[in-house]
């Protein structure tokens, strides 16, 4: 005998990721080749405003190691704050590989991306602020366009956006680590020197602003849905 899920559930426990994909993909733009035609062009503006930030965080060559140990000690730092958001997205069993999406591209491009265009301002001082925050909430906004099934409330918003905020928070740390406190203060008094970036275990006021900028999209997704 199947069973039912209530009407009001809002995420089925799937295990399977072909239904998860199905799932994500309904309603979604992605579906014809018009969506992923502007998805893929997005991701190549992204990803060639990050290309010459990358290079130059990776030079010299020594940098390289220090820059991922970095990364590697602010997502640990962070693991309390991920936990956190695990847990408010404990009924949704099925967006793993959306959350991992979401940080992923708040690390690897949307704070390459903000440094690309904070560098290339003129009035740096006067447009870092902006900048920053809306790349730190771009992963959810295409995630919010590109798989609408996957923010359809609060919640998901509130949860996507500050998982795109410690992504930034995690670049960021690991930035200033190489150019702020090593090799002066050598790696671990660097890595010391540079945690109060993390606030309260992972939580500090990128994802505090990302999270609360992520609330308007997840209400317009459910507002949409209950339409």
């Not at 399977?16 to 997005?42: E, F, H, M």
């Not at 730190?136 to 409330?153: E, S, Y």
């Amino acid at each position: 005998m199947r069973s039912t899920v209530p009407q009001g559930t809002r995420a089925l426990p799937v295990s399977d990721l072909t239904a998860c994909r199905a799932r994500l993909l309904r309603d979604s733009p992605l579906r014809g080749r018009g969506g992923k035609a502007a998805l893929g062009i997005l991701l190549a503006v992204m990803a060639a405003m990050a290309a010459p930030i990358w290079r130059d965080w990776l030079s010299p060559a020594a940098n390289i190691p220090i820059l991922f140990a970095g990364m590697l000690a602010a997502l640990i730092g962070s693991l309390p704050a991920l936990i956190l958001l695990r847990f408010l997205h404990r009924r949704h069993a099925d967006v793993r590989p959306t959350a991992w999406g979401v940080l992923l591209m708040g690390t690897a491009l949307s704070t390459a991306a903000a440094a690309f265009l904070n560098t290339h301002s003129p009035v740096q001082t006067l447009t870092v602020g902006f900048n920053e925050e809306f790349w730190k909430v771009v992963p959810l906004l295409l995630l919010a366009v590109f798989l609408p099934r996957a923010v359809i409330g609060v919640r998901d918003g509130i949860v996507y956006g500050a998982l795109g905020g410690i992504g930034f928070n995690i670049m960021e740390l690991s930035v200033y680590l190489i150019r702020a406190s090593y090799p002066a203060h050598g790696l671990l008094l660097g890595l010391q020197d540079q945690f109060g970036r993390l606030g309260l275990r992972g939580v500090d006021n990128h994802v505090v602003w990302s999270a609360l900028t992520g609330a308007g999209p997840g209400y317009a997704g459910q507002e949409g849905r209950g339409r």
